[in-house]
């Protein structure tokens, strides 16, 4: 793992090649963010802008070069709230047991976040360059590694589900996938985009406030002058999400290139691919132990929310361990994840999950995942949004 990707945005000039082999058995920089404390132990890696590295988990290759078919490829996009995190939450020891081993490929990247990623003066959604350019490359070079290009499936965490279904419809990114996985975001969510004068406005108030003089000098000037660091940011506790429910920074949807349309447009016009959409069964408990600390109700109560919020697809899907307790699952956490990667490298290999899982229709069933398999099941989640709709419409 640990090859090197540069964005068509920022870098023209040719890839620098070299004839020795590199050594890539760690993972590589991390993209620039405020790290949380107990990061700096755990992730094995410093935050950079030198951080457009992808990581590639495959099986060993029987054959060496090229071949015009290989072996299906997952193509992760880490979330964060666009500001924060990394591919790092995926670890190798769990991921190739639990996914490689299947004979598939696994491919994750880092990108730009926060301010280096999608704001200041200038192009727009750099971090969506990035992670196009790592789509690319990947599309490119998989062969190398076993993969078949024609068999890439797009696949995203939280905010990495929004940026899987950006790129799915952007017009730069046809054909450069087979299908696509979203789990806990989609671009129809409130926090998927911007505007970009919203984040400009941002970017300016975040300069002052770091040493920019607004008559003195220009604002790109100032930004490539100082240390990335100070343009960190975190997602935790940040007021922007729990009072607007959007961040500062992220994608804009104006930027006419990327986005070359709006998203509702671009929603009818793309191809259509085979995909997965799901989430917890209590999404939103995650963002409410973040921002406010104290869960109230029954004990009872309390402990039925914790059954599944945001990031649990995480933990079953591949065995990450994101939101578990330290010690890890229980046995019936293990047969969950077990169960649950059989769907996943089924649906990646071939577009169908298999068991009892079918496409949706007219009664907006899901797909439940239980102890030892999984069923087709009506979602109290989509009788809440439901209630939410009827809501909102009285509210217009």
Known sequence: MGCS??????????????????????????????????????????????????????????NQGPTKSGL?????????????????????????????????????????LGLLGFAGPGPKNLGLWDQ?????????????FGGDAENIT?????????????????????GLFARKIL???????RWATRKSE???????????????????EELAGFLMRIDAEKLASTMLLNSDFPAKCHFAVGPVSDDGDFFPQDIDVLRKTAPRVPQIIGGGKYESLLFHAIYW???????????????????????????????????????????????????????????????EWREIGDDLEVFGFEENSGSMQTSEFVERMRKLEELLRNVE
Request: charged residues 25%; neutral net charge.
């Open 5 to 62: 990707n540069s964005s068509s945005k920022i870098d023209s000039e040719n890839p620098e090649i070299t004839e020795n082999p590199v050594k890539c058995q760690k993972y590589p920089n991390r993209s620039v963010y405020k790290e949380i404390l107990w990061e700096r132990f755990v992730r094995g890696s410093k935050t950079s802008e030198d951080c457009l590295y992808l990581n590639i988990f495959a099986p060993k290759i029987e």
């Open 72 to 112: 299906p490829v997952l193509f992760f996009i880490h979330g964060g709230g666009f500001i924060m995190d990394s591919p790092q939450i995926l670890f190798p020891a769990k991921i190739c047991p639990q996914l490689v081993s299947k004979r598939i490929i696994v491919v994750t990247f880092h990108y730009r």
């Open 132 to 144: 196009l350019e790592a789509l690319k490359w990947t599309h490119e070079n998989i062969g190398a």
């Open 154 to 174: 797009i696949c995203g965490h939280s905010a990495g589900a929004v940026a899987a279904d950006q790129l799915s419809l952007s017009p730069h990114a046809s």
């Open 183 to 189: 789990m806990g975001g989609t671009a129809e969510c």
């Open 198 to 216: 919203e984040v400009d406005e941002y970017c300016e108030k975040w300069a002052e406030r770091i040493g920019w003089k607004r008559n003195a």
């Open 293 to 355: 600390p104290k869960l109230r109700g029954t004990k009872k109560q309390v402990e039925n929310l914790l059954e599944a919020p945001h990031t649990t697809d995480l933990t079953y899907f591949f065995d990450a361990n994101y939101m578990r307790a330290v010690g890890g699952g229980n046995a019936e956490d293990a047969r969950r994840v077990r169960n649950a990667a059989e769907y996943l490298v089924n649906f990646v290999k071939c577009g169908e999950p298999g068991g």
